[in-house]
């Protein structure tokens, strides 16, 4: 049977299974998704198979699986983290629990893989790592490996904590990668794909896909169906580029948009939104709402970072049937328009229910799914990941000064401003670790506040893990290793911050009883505002994809702590902590530290994953 030249994808509930088609975009090639349940058959004329990573494992009773037929395909395989474990234990392998590893992995392969032909010879194992360094920077996120391979299986390569971080079949064209090829830290992760594209399944280049404008309008058109649309817009890349299309894809009086105040914005945020919105003539096609007082009121009771979200979701939902009661607008003839991109909806648990909630996003509560499931919402963007969107505004022609803005989340400094109802003081570490980072010049406590994390495609929420040195000096290189051995080797935490700013030993640090308050939020918004500044002031906001400024209710003396979260990313689905020059954080450090209430800065010097880029 003759191919169609398209890569099937199985969806085993990983969090960058639908990254995976879009790196496969990336390469011109066409790739369709199917459900665990997929039979055999089915995926019979695809030109080759790929197994996507997943929150469980292997091993668990109620663990997903796939038609036992498919390895047996006539067809090229690739499985990916959970699909690599699952793929070899089909073939007869074993899989069992091993230490977690997390983020940047050193990968060695193997020189086996010299010995492996290309397809069409005499064996069907293609090279999946020709072109590529025999060492190499790749991206993890998992807590089980493949302990035993079967003979007709050889290992490719490994890491320091992965002994078979790749494996191939000696006679077939069956592949695994324990660590994840589609993400955009893994170093050589795009030529790896195109090896298995190009040289394994023999598809060859498609012609590349003509300016996405005119199909994402004539979508809108088609959604739209003679509808109107009333958009929610937060001056962000996002809903911007969303807003926009619809503007010109639909005529101007059936678009409008509402920006709502919520009182937890940055500061100057409605008014570089109305800037932004006079540059690109559409200041009267947006109404403003001041709904600050009704948000803070919500949210003053709200600890769980997952309730938060949930609250603020379903106010922007009930705010947006208000207006349209106000503005007179008939809802039966209008569409709620977002500005939701890929990344929120995978983490908010997907649209498959296989992926796990990570976090839910506020245009993913549960009133926005349910009015999705009527079919009165309108997302263009719901496909795309962040670098796309900002690709999509330059075609647009919008400013630089947008589409290069610093994401900032709809439930904005809400999920910023950390809270707790429990005191507690910082934990002592064990010996072990206290002898390992003072070797490095650092000492450490465990800090009884806990951050949302993701680790092997599944949600964590764990403790924070505070470092100190005696050197003013910040040494990345070392910090970053340090950081990814402790959450590796500690389960109990997830995420690292270096204390920058203060005076105090960290074993004075306690933690304080903490709500959302006006007052709160005001000085979080002053220390972001900083930060903002200085990194502007030194023309380095372009060298940072996102910049979080944290206010966390860490207390050396009487007041709270800000934590620093420089990162950068392309997708926003990894991330690695930025390293901004030491003298730059100094001044950001010592101008936060003359806020009154502020006791102390830290720096977040954690990937992701383990940890997320926001810490709620």
């Known amino acids: 049977m003759t191919n169609n030249g398209r890569i099937a994808i199985i969806d085993l509930g990983g969090q960058y299974c639908h990254l995976i088609a879009r790196r496969l975009r990336d390469l011109a090639t066409d790739s369709t998704i199917f459900p665990p349940s997929v039979r055999s058959e089915v995926l019979s004329h695809y030109a080759g198979l790929i197994l996507s990573g997943g929150p469980q494992s292997v091993y668990d009773p109620d663990a997903v ?11 090229p395989i690739l499985g990916i983290c959970y699909g690599h474990q699952l793929l070899a234990k089909l073939l007869g392998g074993e899989v069992g629990r091993r230490d977690g590893e997390y983020g940047l992995a050193q990968l060695r392969t193997s020189t086996l893989n010299s010995f492996l032909p290309p397809h069409g010879e005499t064996s069907g194992a293609g090279p999946l790592f020709h072109g590529t360094p025999p060492a190499q920077r790749v991206w993890m996120s998992h807590s089980d490996a493949v302990c035993e391979l079967p003979r007709e299986l050889i290992t490719l390569a490994g890491t320091d904590r992965c002994s078979c971080a790749a494996f191939a079949h000696c006679s077939k064209p069956l592949f695994g990668l324990q660590f994840h090829p589609e993400v955009a830290h893994t170093e050589f992760g795009e030529k790896i794909l195109e090896n298995f594209v190009r040289s394994i399944c023999g598809i060859g280049e498609a012609e590349p896909a003509a300016g996405r404008v005119p199909a994402l309008c004539e979508r809108i058109r088609r959604a739209a169906a003679g509808k109107s649309v009333f958009f929610l817009v937060s001056g962000g890349v996002d809903s911007t580029v969303a807003f926009v299309l619809c503007a010109i894809a639909l005529p101007k009086e059936r678009v409008l948009g509402l920006y709502v105040d919520t009182g937890l914005m940055r500061q100057g945020e409605t008014d570089e939104l109305r800037a932004n919105l006079g540059r690109l003539g559409l200041t009267d096609r947006v109404r403003i709402w001041d709904a600050s007082e009704v948000f803070l009121k919500a949210l003053e009771t709200q600890i769980d970072p997952e309730d938060k979200r949930r609250v603020i979701g379903r106010l922007f939902v009930e705010i947006q049937s208000q207006a349209l009661h106000q503005f007179g607008i008939d809802p039966d003839h209008w569409l709620l328009g977002q500005g939701t991109i890929y990344p929120d909806t995978i983490e908010s648990g997907g649209d498959s229910g296989r992926a796990a909630v990570i976090k839910t996003h506020h ?37 630089a000064h947008l589409t290069n803005r610093w994401p900032f989340p709809g439930p904005g400094l809400a999920i910023r401003c950390l809270c707790t109802l429990t005191p507690g003081g910082a934990s002592a570490v064990s010996p072990e670790i206290a002898a390992t980072i003072a070797h490095d010049g650092f000492d450490g406590v465990v800090l009884p506040l806990r951050s949302v994390g993701v680790q092997g495609d599944a949600r964590t929420y764990r403790r924070v893990f505070a470092l100190a040195q005696k050197d003013r000096e910040l040494d990345y290189q070392k910090l970053g290793k340090l950081s990814s051995a402790l959450c590796n080797d500690n389960i109990a935490v997830n ?12 074993t004075d640090a306690r933690i304080v009883p903490a709500t959302i308050t006006p007052e709160r939020v005001e000085l979080l918004r002053q220390a972001d505002f900083i930060a903002r500044s200085e990194i502007e002031r030194a023309n380095l906001a372009d060298t ?22 420089p990162v950068n990313s392309v997708d926003g689905m990894t991330a690695s902590f930025a390293c901004l020059p030491s003298d730059l954080l100094l001044t950001i450090s010592n101008n936060i530290l003359a806020l009154p209430g502020v006791d102390a800065v830290f720096l977040d010097v954690t990937n992701k994953p383990p940890a997320t880029i926001e810490w709620e």
């Open 495 to 506: 995420r690292v911050a270096l204390l920058i700013g203060g005076n105090r030993p960290l």
């Open 544 to 565: 940072v994809w996102q910049f979080p400024v944290v206010l966390a209710p860490i207390t050396f003396q009487d007041g709270e702590s800000i934590v620093l979260r």
């Open 363 to 399: 245009n993913r509560c549960d009133e926005i799914r349910e009015l999705i499931r009527q079919g009165k919402v309108i997302e263009p963007l719901t496909e795309l990941y962040k670098d796309e969107v900002r690709e999509l505004g330059r075609e647009l022609g919008l400013s």
């Open 65 to 75: 699986s796939i038609d036992e037929r498919i390895p047996a395909l006539d067809m």
